[in-house]
């Protein structure tokens, strides 16, 4: 594919993964380190709609939530911003084509151990509130990471290990892949 020089600069990473994996915090540091903006994809959704994500999924079940979240994602993909998605975003067929036709896609590979004390007792993640205790919450990070890794991985350019890694030095791998890539287009 032969893009100008305007298009590529237009071409912007999109970061994927599993709820508190640091879409947006490393998003956001991304953006800066880029000179674009962030767009959360669930802040685009809540301002578009002009409710909470709990209050969409309690009021109108989550398939009408996942319907406003493709719409929301082909206003925003192909923007020229660091865009931050939603944990659940790879899974439909329809956004996992969207995803792919916006490369480069960035997976933020977190284990469900590392994720589940970043995210236990969060009131703003109705796929995992509910559960007291912390093993609730890391077997419902377990069930969503069997369903879903197959489908971040379908879609990804580049996989960051998060592991241990700390916010600085997961930004610093993936400025170096987008270093790679870009020269690579
Ligand atoms: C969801 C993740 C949330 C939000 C919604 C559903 C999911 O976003 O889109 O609660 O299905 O994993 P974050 O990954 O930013 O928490």
Redo the contacts with the bound molecule.
């Keep these: 594919m032969h893009l100008s020089t305007e298009q590529k600069s237009q071409r912007s990473p999109v970061l994927v993964?599993?709820?508190?994996?640091g879409?947006?915090s490393i998003g956001r540091r991304l953006a800066k380190y880029l000179k674009i903006p962030l767009l959360d994809?669930?802040d685009y959704?809540v301002e578009k709609d002009g409710r909470s994500?709990p209050e969409i999924?309690e009021q109108d079940g989550e398939a009408f939530?996942r319907q406003l979240?493709t719409a929301c994602l082909r206003e925003v993909l192909g923007k020229d911003a660091v865009i931050?998605?939603?944990?659940?975003?790879v899974?439909s067929e329809e956004n996992r084509q969207l995803l792919k036709a916006h490369p480069p896609v960035v997976w933020l590979k977190a284990s469900p151990d590392f994720l589940a004390g970043r995210?236990h007792g969060d009131r703003?993640?109705?796929?995992i509130a509910g559960g007291e205790a912390l093993a609730d919450t890391l077997k419902k990070i377990e069930d969503?990471a069997d369903a879903r890794y197959p489908l971040y991985q379908q879609c990804a350019d580049y996989t960051l290990p998060r592991g241990d890694m700390k916010k600085p030095e997961a930004l610093n791998a993936i400025i170096v892949f987008l270093t790679h890539w870009k020269e690579q287009q």
């Excluded at 931050?84 to 975003?89: C, K």
């Design positions: 993964g599993l709820m508190g994996s879409k947006s994809l669930d959704i994500i999924f939530f979240e931050a998605t939603g944990g659940g975003v899974l995210i703003n993640r109705p796929l969503l």
